[in-house]
């Protein structure tokens, strides 16, 4: 006989532990499920609340009292249904095996662990999440967080052999979640701080993380101390502490093999696991372009790398960017061409981390070629902002429109306007016939994925995009 524990772990493909008695079922086949504002009971965090957060620490285990759940704040059934709330989860772990490094990867499980239940969406990471529990969920029992934490606690205890204490602490209170947030912040920083004091070039292998492939099949992440996880949870020390203590799960060692070229980043071992992984969909990848072969981007990226042809820069964009960018689209439309796993050549799902990577984009010319942030992201990283290029970055404070950038980027004598010049000059020989022509607008609803051919080795793909010339160079083909 098959009893309920045998049967659920055979589907959800967790083991270790006995299952307990959940109001709703919990597995892996609820991955993915989306919760639209009719059937929601409420939510957590998203774009209607300013502060939200999730956190794993490791401890000391005398300092742990194994499966303790607390909630601090108002709970599910004290919460008007509709509303949206603010929200902090802290994850504390213990275990004689349970490095410091283990942090990011157990903290990304918070994710995919909370969208195993089902009637609960779980939606990015750290200062960025979104959670909804729907109707449906709530009226079979699911009304109290406490059970939240209790299948938290059941499924990191059961995935980690390694974790021998957990608890879990859910903040509903606002001047709480409020308080905790600067120390959040602070964990993150130094995280990260640690990831960059390595460079690719002082490593003998890359990870990959597969996690995002239940949404984005043909997606892996490559993992590299220059290139952190696209969501920003994950970096090479991560990975590597992930690894060697769950040696099967989403994150292998990839060895580097032979460096093809060193200023795009494409490494002979990198293309071989994307090839395998993606059953031959990508052939290789360029760690650091965002044109010629650019990573895969799954769907979490905390922001969008994006070509601004009129200027010929690179725009940044985050998540929780309100309202349109310069080029007239918001962070949600660029991010519907930017994910699913396919190389977007234009479009770069990137980690904000990323911008402050000594290799960020440098094949395709680095901070020296970007345009324009969002100044909430400026802010955030402009330590790692040549200081030469610093005041030559436009914002939305500054620029709203393409006009208004180029008059900004000429004004500041940003290093993209001797591009324009080169072009100009390159594009007018002698012989070319030149014809003026009035201005064309193409239709916005442009087929997806009309691939320009150019020279040099570089695949433009366009996607619903609005093309508007100012003159048309017809060229004399010499035979
Ligand atoms: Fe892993 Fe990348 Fe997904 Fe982050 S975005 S969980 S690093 S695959
Ligand atoms: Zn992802």
Redesign the pocket.
């Known amino acids: 006989m098959v009893d309920k524990y045998d049967e659920f772990s055979e589907k959800s493909g967790i083991t270790g532990l006995e299952r307990p008695e959940f109001p709703v079922d919990v597995g892996e086949m609820y991955e993915g499920e989306r919760i639209r504002k009719p059937d929601m009971y409420l939510e957590f965090g998203g774009m209607n609340v300013n502060k939200k957060w999730e956190l794993v620490l490791t401890r000391p285990k005398d300092q742990l009292e194994d499966g303790k759940i607390t909630i601090i704040g108002p709970d599910l059934s004290e919460m008007t249904p509709g509303g949206s709330y603010p929200i902090g989860i802290l994850v504390e772990v213990a275990g004689d095996k349970v490095e410091k490094d283990l942090e990011g990867v157990l903290e990304?499980k918070v994710h995919y662990f909370t969208n195993y239940i089902d009637g609960v969406m779980h939606l990015n990471q750290r200062y960025d999440i979104w959670i909804r529990i729907s109707k449906r969920a709530y009226q079979k029992g699911l009304n109290s967080l406490v059970w939240i934490g209790k299948i938290l606690a059941w499924l990191y205890k059961s995935s980690f052999p390694v974790i021998e204490k957990i608890q879990i602490t859910i903040y509903t209170e606002k001047a709480k979640v409020e308080e905790l947030f600067p120390t959040a912040m602070d964990t993150w920083s130094k995280r990260d701080d640690r990831a960059r004091t390595l460079k690719d070039e002082e490593v003998n292998e890359f990870y990959t993380?597969?996690?995002?492939q239940s949404f984005a099949p043909s997606?892996?992440?490559v993992?590299t101390p220059n290139r952190i996880?696209?969501?920003g949870?994950?970096s090479w020390f991560d990975a590597r502490a992930a690894y060697n203590i769950d040696p099967n799960g989403?994150n292998f060692p990839i060895p580097k093999g032979e460096c093809l070229d060193p200023i795009k980043g494409i490494y002979e071992g990198i293309n071989k696991v994307v090839q395998e992984k993606s059953l031959g969909t990508i052939k290789s990848i360029s760690l650091y372009s965002m044109f010629d072969n650019p990573h895969t981007s799954?769907g979490?990226?905390e922001g969008i790398a994006f070509y601004i042809p009129e200027v010929d820069g690179i725009g940044i964009v985050h998540r929780d960017f309100k309202g349109q960018t310069v080029n007239g689209l918001t962070f949600s439309s660029m991010a519907g061409h930017t994910s699913g796993g396919t190389q977007n050549p234009g479009f770069n799902g990137i980690a904000i981390e990323y911008l402050r990577s000594s290799k960020f984009l440098q094949a395709d010319g680095g901070w020296e070629r970007v345009v324009w942030v969002p100044s909430e992201i400026k802010e955030r990283v402009k330590d790692s902002i040549p200081k030469h290029i610093f005041d030559k970055v436009a914002t939305e404070v500054e620029c709203k429109t393409i006009g208004e950038l180029k008059e900004f980027l000429k004004s500041r004598e940003h290093p993209v306007v001797s591009r324009w010049k080169v072009e100009e000059v390159k594009e007018v020989p002698k012989e070319e016939v030149k014809e003026e022509a009035p201005e064309v607008v193409l239709p916005t609803q442009l087929p997806t994925g009309i691939e320009i051919p150019t020279q040099g080795g570089i695949r433009i793909i366009l996607k619903n995009v609005k093309i508007t010339a100012e003159k048309v160079i017809i060229k004399r083909e010499k035979s």
């Not at 993380?209 to 995002?212: E, G």
């Open positions: 990304r993380c597969a996690m995002c997606h892996t992440c993992i996880g696209l969501c949870s994950v989403p799954c979490c990226f």
